[in-house]
């Protein structure tokens, strides 16, 4: 998304929320950051979602092969 659509975006939401509050005075700030925050969290949830509908099918969310719910798996770790 390029910056001036990310921008109106933001505008357009935080303006909303600013009426959803009443329209109160003084308080612009508030409205933008919560914004702000809002898209990049939908923006977040949407690249999870698209990178598990593109996980193979044995890591998206499945068991590993010859593992029990709740098996603790073991890692060896070497110091050189």
Known sequence: MKDHE???QT???AYQFWM???CPVGSPA???FRAERALHSRQSEEVA???ADEAPADVAGLDPPDSAPGTTLAVAVSSR
């Open 30 to 32: 508030e409205d933008w």
């Open 20 to 22: 959803d509050r009443g």
């Open 6 to 8: 990310k921008q109106q």
């Open 11 to 13: 505008a357009l939401l």
């Open 49 to 51: 979602a698209d990178a």
